[in-house]
C-alpha cells in the first residue's frame, strides 16, 4: 500500500462519492479498472482499502470445470487414440478455461467434435447461461478423423479448494478449480489538508480475467462486505442465548444430532461421499475445508458441539449441515 501527498488545492466533493477514472481491456481474459473514493476522514481509507482487497481476491465467486469425464481413460498419464495431448495435458488445459454466467446448481457441459483440427472453448457445449470468455482459448489437437467426446462438471464457487487423492472411476476426474475471477488488487491513499482539516481519497486498482468486469468485482464486494455485517444490525432477530457464566453461544435443539448407529453399507457410502459432491454453501464448504473435514463420514464423526464450533455457532449454516447430512443418510 502506498501513501502519497497531493496539494492542498485539491478538490472535495460533497458526500462521499466513488468514481471510475479509469477501464481497459487488455485481452479477453484481463481487465483494469481504477476508482476513487472520497472525500475521507483520516485513517478511514486504509479501512475500507484493505477490506476491499480481501472482499475482492477471496470472496468472489466464479464458474469453474469441476470435473472430466473421458470414456475409456484410466488414468490422467493415459493417450486418447487421435490426439496428441495426453489426458493430463488436457485436464491442465480445461483448468484454464475462463467461464462467465451461473448454473444452476452442478452445472454439465460437454465437447464433442470430429477430427482432424484444434478443439477450443467454443467447441464446449455450455448452458444457455453461461459463455466462454474467450473462445480461442486451445484445448487439444485432433491428429485424425476421430469423435472426441469429453463431459465436464461445472460449479460456481469462490476461492481455491485442493481436493483429497480420489481414485478415478469409469474415466471420471477431478479438477483443482481456482474460483479467483479477480486477479490483482491494489490501492493507495491520497492525502490533502492540514491537522484536524486533513481528508483522504482511496484509489482502488482492480484487474480480472474476464469473467466479469472491475466495476461488477467492485459491487459483488460491496455487497458481500455488507451482508457480513448486517447480523450486528439485527442481533434480536438470531434469538441466540448466551450463557452468563462462560459466555458463549448455547445451541442444543433436539433436531441437531446424529444417530450414532450405521449399518456397514452406510458407513462405506457416506466414507465414500465428499463434500464436493453435497450443495453445501460456499461458506460452510470453506469452514469444512478448513476443518479438514473431506466426506460426509467426516462430518458424522463429528459431535454436534464439534460441528458447532468450527461453523462458528451460525444458525443457518449449523441447520444447512445437518440437513443436508441427514438427507444423505
Given amino acids: 500500500m502506498v501513501r502519497e501527498k497531493l496539494p492542498v488545492s485539491t478538490p472535495t466533493l460533497g458526500g462521499v462519492q466513488w468514481k471510475c477514472v479509469e477501464s481497459k481491456k487488455d485481452s479477453p481474459l484481463l481487465y483494469y479498472g481504477r476508482f476513487i473514493l472520497s472525500p475521507l476522514m483520516r485513517d478511514q481509507a486504509d479501512t475500507i482499502g484493505i477490506a476491499m482487497r480481501r472482499a475482492l481476491l477471496t470472496e468472489i465467486e466464479e464458474t469453474c470445470i469441476t470435473r472430466v ?3 475409456n481413460a484410466h488414468h490422467e498419464y493415459s493417450t486418447i487414440r487421435g490426439i496428441q495431448e495426453s489426458v493430463e495435458e488436457i485436464l491442465m488445459n480445461l ?5 462467465r454466467g451461473k448454473p444452476h446448481g452442478t452445472g454439465g457441459a460437454c465437447i464433442y467434435v470430429t477430427g482432424p483440427g484444434s478443439i477450443t472453448a467454443q467447441d464446449i457445449d455450455l448452458p444457455p447461461s453461461i459463455k466462454a470468455v474467450d473462445p480461442r482459448q486451445y484445448i487439444a489437437s485432433a491428429t485424425e478423423p476421430i469423435a472426441l467426446q469429453i463431459g465436464l462438471e461445472l460449479k460456481r464457487s469462490n476461492g481455491y479448494f485442493s481436493r483429497p487423492p480420489e481414485p478415478v472411476l469409469h474415466g471420471s476426474f477431478p479438477l483443482d478449480p481456482v474460483f479467483m475471477p479477480v486477479q490483482n488488487v491494489n490501492y493507495s491513499i491520497h492525502s490533502y489538508g492540514n491537522g484536524n482539516e486533513s481528508q483522504e481519497i482511496l484509489f482502488l486498482e482492480i484487474w480480472t480475467n474476464g469473467s466479469l468486469t472491475p466495476k461488477e468485482a467492485l459491487h459483488e464486494a460491496s455487497r458481500k462486505l455488507i451482508n457480513l ?26 433436531c441437531f444430532s446424529f444417530p450414532r448407529e450405521y449399518g456397514k453399507d452406510r458407513v462405506k457410502m457416506a466414507k465414500e461421499t465428499f463434500i464436493d459432491q453435497l450443495e453445501f454453501s460456499p461458506r460452510v464448504y470453506n469452514c ?3 476443518s479438514k473435514i473431506y466426506t460426509l463420514w467426516d462430518i458424522l464423526s463429528k459431535t454436534p458441539e464439534d460441528l458447532r464450533q468450527l461453523l462458528h455457532y451460525r444458525i443457518d449454516d449449523i441447520k444447512e449441515v445437518f440437513g443436508i447430512a441427514e438427507q444423505h443418510m
Fill in 288 to 290: 469444512l475445508k478448513r
Fill in 95 to 99: 483448468k484454464q478455461i475462463v467461464l
Fill in 69 to 71: 469425464h473421458f470414456p
Fill in 229 to 254: 455485517f448486517i447480523p450486528f444490525l439485527h442481533k434480536e432477530e438470531l434469538n441466540v442465548p448466551l450463557e452468563d457464566n462462560q459466555h458463549k453461544v448455547c445451541l442444543s435443539p433436539s
